[in-house]
């Protein structure tokens, strides 16, 4: 018998012992833009293989994650984590709705009220970047501070979603640093400039699918700069809780396979410390939440 079918049949007697808990990554190999599921640092490449989707995003969209956790189960990874560059988990998103201002501490801080609606702002895919990438502090401003926040990756739900079958429509959870501009933000009323810099969202480095968290509400979310705490909520302190932001966001725009959810920051962030803290060169910053994974990025300049 092969090598290869020793190691498929120990996969195997290895999930009948464990509950394998499915990690969707993006990720660049040779040059080339792939994506699979990672487990024990080893990863299954999907790329072409489940119903012919080239990306997570497409994945999503053929309704193919059930389909990509069987071949998972009898395809273990040989590829090593440490061979791959990780991209952002959705490199391609359709849209990056954000939110702000959705935690009580964070909205007291900023010296603001809780408003009746929703604070939404959005983000364009060249603002991101991916797990162990660099968060580029741009040329224009030093003013670089963090936002640790959940990310939520949706499936095709369309419009006027009701909020009560509005957890049906979520794929999976993430990790997400809404790294912010601060002096740009505050050029205007709209957040847009300050939000959408290159390479100031970090989203990954994972996708845990929403059918392996029991209840998102028990999840805490932290974030470290250099080692030191500096943000630490439960999900279950949204103001504006998940369901509701995907009824609301839906009423003006359908959301479709790959698009995602940014909930909202905790308080904390830097430019309200005393003396503000922004992210400089060298600095590593860390978005963890449990059961879901650590995002981890180093702080680089921009370079032109």
């Not at 009323?189 to 959408?196: C, S, Y």
């Not at 845990?208 to 028990?218: G, H, N, Q, R, S």
């Amino acid at each position: 018998m092969s090598l290869q079918f020793y190691q498929t049949l120990a996969y195997k007697v290895c999930l009948k012992q464990k509950v394998l808990i499915m990690k969707f990554i993006s990720y660049l190999h040779d040059s080339k833009p792939k994506f699979g599921i990672l487990d024990n640092n080893l990863i299954t490449d999907l790329t072409g293989k489940i119903s012919g989707a080239d990306t997570l995003k497409d994945l999503i969209s053929k309704n193919g994650i059930q389909e990509a956790k069987k071949y998972a189960g009898t395809n273990p990874g040989n590829l090593s984590v440490d061979d791959i560059e990780y991209l952002p988990l959705i490199p391609n998103p359709g849209k990056i709705i954000c939110v702000g201002l959705n935690y009580s501490e964070h909205v007291k801080e900023t010296n603001r009220t809780v408003e009746e609606n929703p604070v939404i702002f959005h983000r364009f895919p060249e603002s991101q970047t991916a797990h162990m990438q660099a968060i580029q502090r741009p040329i224009a401003s030093d003013n670089l501070d963090f936002e640790g926040e959940m990310a939520v990756i949706m499936g095709e739900a369309g419009k006027h979603v009701k909020p009560e079958d509005a957890l049906k429509h979520i794929v999976g959870y993430s990790c997400y640093n809404e790294s912010t501009i601060r002096d740009w933000q505050r050029h205007t009323r709209q957040f847009g400039m300050g939000k959408n810099f290159e390479k100031t969202g970090s989203f990954g480095p994972h996708m845990i699918l929403a059918e392996d968290i029991k209840d998102y509400k028990e999840l805490t979310l932290e974030t470290r700069l250099n080692g030191e705490v500096m943000q630490n909520a439960k999900l279950s302190q949204l103001i504006f809780d998940i369901p509701i932001l995907i009824s609301y966001v839906s009423k003006a725009m359908a959301w479709r396979a790959g698009d995602v959810l940014v909930t909202g920051t905790p308080g904390g962030v830097g430019f309200k410390r005393n003396p503000p803290v922004f992210m400089k060169p060298g600095d590593k910053v860390e978005i963890e939440i449990t059961q879901i994974g650590v995002l981890s990025n180093t702080i680089k300049d921009e370079i032109v």
